[in-house]
């Protein structure tokens, strides 16, 4: 009989992880937000629409530093998400469109620019002895990029999932694990099927333009006639069909707000399986995560996994890359105890380098 001496390992991605394929990190998304480098027609209204949210509800200025995405997503969600204003003009139905073009904006700027990462590369093709696992924050596909000129080339999104291309299920058994805790840019999510696909190597909502809607646009531009946004968008509504269902399809993300819900579609599986991924691993290495206030839910899901097994004096080895970050080595730290992370502070390059 044949031993498996393969050890199990999660990779636990934060925005420092994406930053190594030359991604924004959050903190520099928001004066991405109303750059001019976004500039057709479609892209215009957007911008307008976000500057004028910031002037009327932050006081913003042009030349001034735009508010956190939290602070934004998290008015937005929790007026939206009650049926109530914010202030007069801001009505839950105004609000619902301006998330939906803050989502699109925000897609645009994760797929602005990309480049490989020969650090990531040795870390994956280092790692691909183990049974690997993947628990990542972000919306970006920097992973799955990497991941398809590696050694893994099957994934396992965990919750029920099909190529938009060839309806290949993405929750194959034999597939890499990946949970995308707060869904994912090349997802999109059909609401009347309550089915999900995904394209491993494009932003599917970007491309597919999925978050804009015809009646949004006159919102903030009644001159924007439907001639005009089909001609504007570049892209039939039957492009945006469920294959299925043939209804519309949306994207499937949890917004950077201190209000996500992780109650529906897709999540409730994902949160499960993240949790036992974590709980079954000898091995937890956190790249680029900074373990943020609003995170609250998934601390609590990592406390739950270290606690499960450690009656029966089963230990995790951890390993936190991040750089030049102390006060995120101080929150690790009294996390989990000192004794019992090693931090790196020199970030992926220096982790990869001592392997």
Same mark, same amino acid.
């Given at each position: 009989?044949?031993?498996?001496?393969?050890?199990?390992?999660?990779?636990?991605?934060?925005?420092?992880?994406?930053?190594?394929?030359?991604?924004?990190?959050?903190?520099?998304?928001?004066?991405?937000?109303?750059?001019?480098?976004?500039?057709?027609?479609?892209?215009?209204?957007?911008?307008?629409?976000?500057?004028?949210?910031?002037?009327?509800?932050?006081?913003?200025?042009?030349?001034?530093?735009?508010?956190?995405?939290?602070?934004?997503?998290?008015?937005?969600?929790?007026?939206?998400?009650?049926?109530?204003?914010?202030?007069?003009?801001?009505?839950?139905?105004?609000?619902?469109?301006?998330?939906?073009?803050?989502?699109?904006?925000?897609?645009?700027?994760?797929?602005?620019?990309?480049?490989?990462?020969?650090?990531?590369?040795?870390?994956?093709?280092?790692?691909?002895?183990?049974?690997?696992?993947?628990?990542?924050?972000?919306?970006?596909?920097?992973?799955?990029?990497?991941?398809?000129?590696?050694?893994?080339?099957?994934?396992?999104?965990?919750?029920?999932?099909?190529?938009?291309?060839?309806?290949?299920?993405?929750?194959?058994? $034999?597939?890499?694990?990946?949970?995308?805790?707060?869904?994912?840019?090349?997802?999109?999510?059909?609401?009347?099927?309550?089915?999900?696909?995904?394209?491993?190597? $494009?932003?599917?909502?970007?491309?597919?333009?999925?978050?804009?809607?015809?009646?949004?646009?006159?919102?903030?531009?009644?001159?924007?006639?439907?001639?005009?946004?089909?001609?504007?968008?570049?892209?039939?509504?039957?492009?945006?069909?469920?294959?299925?269902?043939?209804?519309?399809?949306?994207?499937?993300?949890?917004?950077?707000?201190?209000?996500?819900?992780?109650?529906?579609?897709?999540?409730?599986?994902?949160?499960?399986?993240?949790?036992?991924?974590?709980?079954?691993?000898?091995?937890?290495?956190?790249?680029?995560?900074?373990?943020?206030?609003?995170?609250?839910?998934?601390?609590?899901?990592?406390?739950?996994? $270290?606690?499960?097994?450690?009656?029966?004096?089963?230990?995790?080895?951890?390993?936190?890359?991040?750089?030049?970050?102390?006060?995120?080595?101080?929150?690790?730290?009294?996390?989990?105890?000192?004794?019992?992370?090693?931090?790196?502070?020199?970030?992926?390059?220096?982790?990869?380098?001592?392997?």
């Amino acid at each position: 009989m044949q031993i498996n001496n393969k050890k199990n390992t999660v990779f636990i991605l934060g925005a420092g992880f994406s930053k190594c394929a030359d991604l924004p990190v959050q903190a520099e998304f928001s004066s991405l937000l109303t750059s001019s480098e976004f500039d057709t027609e479609i892209d215009k209204v957007i911008t307008r629409a976000i500057k004028e949210f910031l002037e009327d509800v932050f006081g913003w200025k042009d030349t001034r530093e735009i508010p956190s995405l939290e602070d934004i997503f998290t008015f937005i969600d929790l007026s939206a998400g009650s049926g109530h204003h914010l202030g007069i003009k801001y009505t839950p139905k105004l609000l619902r469109a301006l998330r939906r073009m803050l989502i699109y904006r925000t897609f645009q700027i994760i797929d602005h620019r990309f480049k490989r990462s020969e650090d990531i590369e040795k870390l994956l093709k280092y790692y691909a002895k183990d049974i690997c696992s993947f628990i990542v924050m972000n919306w970006d596909i920097v992973l799955e990029k990497h991941l398809q000129t590696t050694d893994y080339k099957k994934i396992n999104y965990i919750t029920p999932s099909y190529d938009w291309n060839n309806y290949k299920r993405g929750d194959s058994e $034999e597939g890499t694990k990946i949970c995308k805790m707060h869904g994912s840019s090349n997802w999109v999510y059909c609401e009347n099927c309550k089915t999900l696909f995904y394209l491993l190597d $494009e932003n599917l909502s970007l491309h597919k333009k999925v978050g804009l809607v015809k009646s949004d646009f006159r919102l903030f531009d009644e001159k924007f006639t439907d001639k005009h946004f089909d001609e504007s968008l570049g892209i039939t509504p039957s492009e945006k069909e469920c294959k299925i269902c043939n209804n519309a399809v949306a994207s499937h993300i949890a917004t950077f707000s201190y209000r996500k819900s992780f109650r529906t579609a897709a999540y409730p599986a994902i949160w499960s399986e993240a949790e036992n991924i974590l709980a079954n691993s000898t091995k937890w290495i956190f790249i680029g995560y900074s373990l943020p206030e609003a995170d609250f839910e998934l601390k609590h899901l990592i406390k739950n996994a $270290e606690l499960r097994f450690k009656h029966k004096r089963i230990e995790h080895d951890i390993d936190v890359v991040i750089y030049n970050d102390n006060s995120t080595e101080k929150k690790f730290e009294n996390f989990f105890g000192r004794e019992n992370v090693n931090i790196i502070q020199g970030g992926l390059s220096d982790y990869v380098s001592n392997l």
